[in-house]
């Protein structure tokens, strides 16, 4: 009885940790879009506009202090390094282009079913290494007028900084939003990719407007090509 007793006592503490852990999201969810509390992770988040640039300010040091104050060197005088990565850009973004070109030709078939008025790419101006800009290509996810709602949606921006992203964007299309979740609207790039605007592995390629906010230290970002890894 007295074993019994101490297994039922454990059980009924295993049971009241468990409650403790599981977190009410009703109660933590947000009531409405000025709240801007989302869920990552299991995690509630607060995304207080002001604690996103604290955040942001904080990494900006952090990252400061590990580089130095100094200004930091490109890759101009590694020629063999420049070399060797064009020579892969080159050969692995002709590999997937033509590799998966009956893919390219399934989402395109996709995006016109779902608006046929529409065009299958999206192109927008980025700039890419020493400043210049460049066309950039994706498969189309979002609707046509996209640009023109930016501005209504600018407060409920979940980055820090001149970036926009927002998890549930409602200007995302019904394929969009399949395309981005497997990434597949970012393969028209490896055409930037071959023609030398882009790199595979390299920062995201920013906005003009994006461009114009950066300070001294952010725009040694512009020292390599941008690439479709975004790192």
Do not use: H
């Amino acid at each position: 009885m007295a074993s019994e007793a101490v297994a039922a006592k454990a059980a009924e503490e295993r049971a009241e940790q468990a409650d403790a852990k599981v977190v009410d999201f009703e109660s933590i969810a947000p009531k409405n879009a000025a709240a801007r509390n989302t869920v990552r992770s299991g995690a509630a988040c607060d995304l207080d506009a002001q604690e996103r640039r604290r955040q942001g300010v904080e990494r900006a040091g952090r990252l400061r202090e590990e580089l130095g104050e100094g200004p930091v060197a490109g890759i101009e005088g590694r020629l063999a390094y420049r070399f060797a990565k064009r020579a892969f850009d080159v050969a692995f973004s002709a590999a997937v282009l033509v590799a998966f070109c009956w893919l390219f030709a399934i989402i395109a078939a996709l995006i016109k079913a779902d608006d046929p008025k529409a065009p299958v790419l999206f192109k927008q101006r980025r700039v890419g290494k020493g400043g210049e800009t460049f066309q950039m290509y994706k498969f189309r996810s979002m609707c046509v007028d996209a640009e023109e709602r930016l501005a209504e949606l600018r407060e409920l921006n979940e980055k820090t900084g001149p970036v926009f992203k927002m998890a549930e964007d409602p200007r995302v299309t019904r394929v969009g939003r399949w395309l981005r979740r497997l990434s597949l609207d970012e393969l028209p790039q490896f055409i930037n990719v071959l023609a030398g605007d882009m790199s595979t592995v390299g920062p995201r390629p920013a906005l003009p407007a994006e461009v114009a906010t950066y300070n001294d230290y952010q725009r040694q970002r512009l020292l390599v090509k941008p690439g479709l890894t975004c790192y």
